[in-house]
């Protein structure tokens, strides 16, 4: 996949100057540059932090076999799949800066912006874009055994080995660096005072595949982590018919099963110092105009002294880790669900769906800044501030900014009531389906997002998932109608006939959010590397507004800002995570169709669609930025009224 921005604003157009490096403009010249990215705490954001310069790809293969043995009451099947996965991706994140505005000179970030006094400054000098590679090895046997006429059983183990990546990239014939792709921050070798011998200007701890340390004796293996090879799954499955008609079915399961690490994640958990530089600024003494005043410049290195020159190693950078006992997460699934035939045309279903996850992987924040409280007699200034969170973090200050940690201590539960009904007869088809569920987690993302505010203290940012919706109904008609003049050749028989209504109707309660402080108000740089997660504030009184209240109402506070206050510094905010929930939402689609034959083989469609056709306001989620001045009021909905005509040729 290829993207590119068009008609990007470079840095020099916004009038920001001093920017001091531009690796991917000297090895793409004909890619546009990217606009800058800024963004308003609270208020707004523009430009792009580079995912606009995208340049990915890998070659995949995948090969797999199985054999089945079909003996009296057993279908056995027996197999393997062997899967190879290659990912290269050569992008520009804050090559042309990330600028922050939080309220920390004027106390708010709008007035901030136009002074142009920066509450962070972030940018990133990359050598050269890593590739991952690696390989997947599965093995599964299952059995389906008819017990007798009325239950069957099916029995299965699987065994899965994915190996962790490896860089492939480095010594390619693009970039001949001579050395290993990536390395790793290990706290074990820092505690130990391991220095690298593959790269000897590296900060203690910062260690690569090949060098020696109490955790990896033999050395580092060129997957920086062992291979997890304890993924045994077995699985179960029940269907009983209990009455012998036909007519009822109890169906059962459960089973354990596993992700293989992604390639995204390899990069963020792998990519350190020399070949990223990822260096976080908060609240530096530049202006938006300049915002590398007073701040180290890059090193002008080259990648073919990468070994020896120790510019490489001069500015401060977040680094990443992954520890050694890092495995893949353990998922269970049970089901649980009874099926019955009313009538010849009606059938209910009622089940319970649930999802339990052990050893998720989790992005978190290590080498926190330490408060000091109190202020400096001699300046009058405190002694913690946003500006010198750099300097008061545990581990290696002025060289390791934040390090993030990639941890398989995630955990998740997700349980659901789940209810169908399906009505089918003479070309009308009535389904309706019912959710009730919850889905609690740490953390919501995919990858790279940070867990928890209080690194700590991973617990206290348990609560409802961002996806979670607890009651989810939906209702959906197809009708093909009939024509009152069927076989009649007429203009009105030809007319009436080939009609369909389809209708879609759904209907869900609200997604739960949190309150943000919108800055780093514990002054603990808890939030870095990559932005991460935002503090939020503490709790002090009922955020919900009682009583019945017009839309309009609920538009200008959806809840009551009062119930809650930012944080002391040092401290984080005794508020939940998604503690709050939004506006539900309501929508009904129609479709109208008529399906005209031509000739043999080929026909034409007319089609009147009418999305929200009762033009419902669905509400969007509140402000929660405590920085924003119309904190709890809604400024967004969801699509209006739309309707569409069209016609389709199919043949």
Same mark, same amino acid.
């Given at each position: 996949?290829?993207?590119?921005?068009?008609?990007?604003?470079?840095?020099?157009?916004?009038?920001?100057?001093?920017?001091?490096?531009?690796?991917?403009?000297?090895?793409?010249?004909?890619?546009?540059?990217?606009?800058?990215?800024?963004?308003?705490?609270?208020?707004?954001?523009?430009?792009?932090?580079?995912?606009?310069?995208?340049?990915?790809?890998?070659?995949?293969?995948?090969?797999?076999?199985?054999?089945?043995?079909?003996?009296?009451?057993?279908?056995?099947?027996?197999?393997?799949?062997?899967?190879?996965?290659?990912?290269?991706?050569?992008?520009?994140?804050?090559?042309?800066?990330?600028?922050?505005?939080?309220?920390?000179?004027?106390?708010?970030?709008?007035?901030?912006?136009?002074?142009?006094?920066?509450?962070?400054?972030?940018?990133?000098?990359?050598?050269?874009?890593?590739?991952?590679?690696?390989?997947?090895?599965?093995?599964?046997?299952?059995?389906?055994?008819?017990?007798?006429?009325?239950?069957?059983?099916?029995?299965?183990?699987?065994?899965?080995?994915?190996?962790?990546? +490896?860089?492939?990239?480095?010594?390619?014939?693009?970039?001949?660096?001579?050395?290993?792709?990536?390395?790793?921050?290990?706290?074990?070798?820092?505690?130990?005072?391991?220095?690298?011998?593959?790269?000897?200007?590296?900060?203690?701890?910062?260690?690569?595949?090949?060098?020696?340390?109490?955790?990896?004796?033999?050395?580092?293996?060129?997957?920086?982590?062992?291979?997890?090879?304890?993924?045994?799954?077995?699985?179960?499955?029940?269907?009983?018919?209990?009455?012998?008609?036909?007519?009822?079915?109890?169906?059962?399961?459960?089973?354990?099963?596993?992700?293989?690490?992604?390639?995204?994640?390899?990069?963020?958990?792998?990519?350190?110092?020399?070949?990223?530089?990822?260096?976080?600024?908060?609240?530096?003494?530049?202006?938006?105009?300049?915002?590398?005043?007073?701040?180290?410049?890059?090193?002008?290195?080259?990648?073919?002294?990468?070994?020896?020159?120790?510019?490489?190693?001069?500015?401060?950078?977040?680094?990443?880790?992954?520890? +050694?006992?890092?495995?893949?997460?353990?998922?269970?699934?049970?089901?649980?669900?009874?099926?019955?035939?009313?009538?010849?045309?009606?059938?209910?279903?009622?089940?319970?769906?649930?999802?339990?996850?052990?050893?998720?992987?989790?992005?978190?924040?290590?080498?926190?800044?330490?408060?000091?409280?109190?202020?400096?007699?001699?300046?009058?200034?405190?002694?913690?501030?946003?500006?010198?969170?750099?300097?008061?973090?545990?581990?290696?200050?002025?060289?390791?900014?934040?390090?993030?940690?990639?941890?398989?201590?995630?955990?998740?539960?997700?349980?659901?009531?789940?209810?169908?009904?399906?009505?089918?007869?003479?070309?009308?088809?009535?389904?309706?389906?019912?959710?009730?569920?919850?889905?609690?987690?740490?953390?919501?993302?995919?990858?790279?997002?940070?867990?928890?505010?209080?690194?700590?203290?991973?617990?206290?940012?348990?609560?409802?998932?961002?996806?979670?919706?607890?009651?989810?109904?939906?209702?959906?008609?197809?009708?093909?109608?009939?024509?009152?003049?069927?076989?009649?050749?007429?203009?009105?028989?030809?007319?009436? +006939?080939?009609?369909?209504?389809?209708?879609?109707?759904?209907?869900?309660?609200?997604?739960?959010?949190?309150?943000?402080?919108?800055?780093?108000?514990?002054?603990?740089?808890?939030?870095?590397?990559?932005?991460?997660?935002?503090?939020?504030?503490?709790?002090?009184?009922?955020?919900?507004?009682?009583?019945?209240?017009?839309?309009?109402?609920?538009?200008?506070?959806?809840?009551?800002?009062?119930?809650?206050?930012?944080?002391?510094?040092?401290?984080?905010?005794?508020?939940?995570?998604?503690?709050?929930?939004?506006?539900?939402?309501?929508?009904?689609?129609?479709?109208?169709?008529?399906?005209?034959?031509?000739?043999?083989?080929?026909?034409?469609?007319?089609?009147?669609?009418?999305?929200?056709?009762?033009?419902?306001?669905?509400?969007?989620?509140?402000?929660?930025?405590?920085?924003?001045?119309?904190?709890?009021?809604?400024?967004?909905?969801?699509?209006?009224?739309?309707?569409?005509?069209?016609?389709?040729?199919?043949?």
């Amino acid at each position: 996949e290829t993207r590119s921005e068009v008609n990007g604003t470079s840095p020099a157009k916004m009038g920001i100057n001093g920017w001091d490096y531009d690796y991917w403009y000297q090895n793409h010249p004909a890619t546009p540059m990217v606009s800058p990215s800024v963004s308003v705490a609270g208020r707004f954001g523009m430009g792009d932090v580079g995912i606009n310069n995208w340049i990915e790809g890998g070659a995949n293969w995948q090969v797999s076999d199985f054999v089945t043995l079909v003996k009296g009451r057993h279908n056995m099947e027996t197999g393997v799949d062997l899967y190879r996965r290659q990912h290269h991706l050569d992008v520009d994140v804050a090559q042309t800066g990330d600028f922050g505005f939080d309220g920390t000179v004027s106390g708010n970030p709008t007035a901030d912006f136009l002074l142009g006094a920066l509450g962070s400054a972030l940018r990133i000098q990359y050598v050269f874009n890593p590739g991952y590679e690696s390989w997947s090895r599965m093995f599964f046997f299952q059995d389906d055994w008819k017990v007798n006429r009325n239950l069957t059983v099916n029995l299965g183990l699987r065994y899965e080995l994915h190996e962790p990546f +490896k860089e492939y990239r480095a010594n390619s014939s693009q970039y001949h660096l001579g050395v290993p792709g990536f390395g790793t921050f290990d706290f074990a070798a820092y505690q130990a005072g391991v220095h690298s011998t593959v790269f000897p200007y590296a900060p203690a701890g910062m260690v690569y595949p090949g060098d020696k340390t109490p955790d990896f004796p033999n050395g580092v293996p060129a997957t920086l982590i062992p291979t997890d090879t304890k993924q045994i799954q077995p699985r179960l499955g029940v269907a009983w018919d209990p009455f012998g008609k036909g007519h009822t079915s109890v169906r059962a399961s459960a089973g354990l099963f596993t992700d293989a690490l992604s390639a995204w994640s390899t990069s963020f958990a792998g990519n350190n110092l020399p070949y990223i530089a990822i260096n976080s600024n908060p609240d530096p003494p530049g202006t938006l105009s300049s915002p590398y005043v007073g701040l180290t410049p890059f090193a002008q290195v080259s990648a073919a002294n990468i070994r020896t020159d120790p510019g490489f190693f001069q500015l401060q950078s977040d680094a990443t880790s992954w520890p +050694k006992n890092f495995v893949h997460p353990r998922i269970t699934s049970l089901t649980l669900g009874i099926q019955q035939q009313i009538t010849s045309h009606l059938m209910l279903e009622v089940g319970y769906v649930g999802k339990i996850t052990r050893h998720g992987e989790l992005w978190v924040s290590r080498n926190l800044a330490v408060y000091i409280p109190g202020v400096d007699p001699a300046t009058g200034q405190p002694y913690s501030t946003t500006g010198n969170i750099q300097q008061r973090r545990l581990i290696d200050p002025g060289q390791l900014g934040a390090i993030g940690q990639y941890e398989s201590i995630g955990n998740s539960s997700f349980n659901s009531l789940q209810s169908t009904v399906r009505f089918r007869r003479a070309g009308f088809t009535l389904t309706n389906a019912y959710t009730w569920s919850h889905s609690l987690d740490i953390a919501s993302c995919d990858f790279a997002c940070l867990a928890g505010q209080d690194p700590n203290n991973l617990k206290g940012s348990r609560g409802s998932s961002d996806f979670d919706r607890r009651q989810v109904e939906g209702l959906s008609l197809v009708y093909d109608i009939p024509s009152p003049f069927h076989g009649n050749r007429s203009f009105a028989g030809e007319l009436l +006939k080939g009609w369909e209504i389809t209708a879609l109707m759904e209907a869900s309660t609200g997604a739960p959010f949190s309150i943000l402080d919108g800055f780093d108000a514990s002054l603990t740089g808890a939030g870095a590397p990559l932005g991460g997660t935002q503090g939020r504030p503490d709790q002090v009184g009922n955020p919900n507004v009682k009583g019945s209240r017009s839309r309009s109402q609920k538009i200008a506070e959806w809840f009551d800002p009062s119930a809650f206050k930012i944080n002391q510094p040092g401290t984080y905010g005794t508020s939940g995570r998604n503690s709050l929930y939004g506006p539900g939402s309501f929508n009904t689609d129609l479709g109208t169709f008529r399906n005209v034959d031509l000739i043999e083989g080929m026909h034409l469609q007319f089609r009147a669609e009418f999305f929200n056709i009762f033009d419902t306001v669905n509400l969007g989620t509140p402000n929660n930025s405590m920085l924003s001045p119309t904190i709890g009021s809604i400024s967004s909905a969801g699509a209006p009224r739309i309707v569409q005509f069209g016609l389709k040729l199919g043949w």
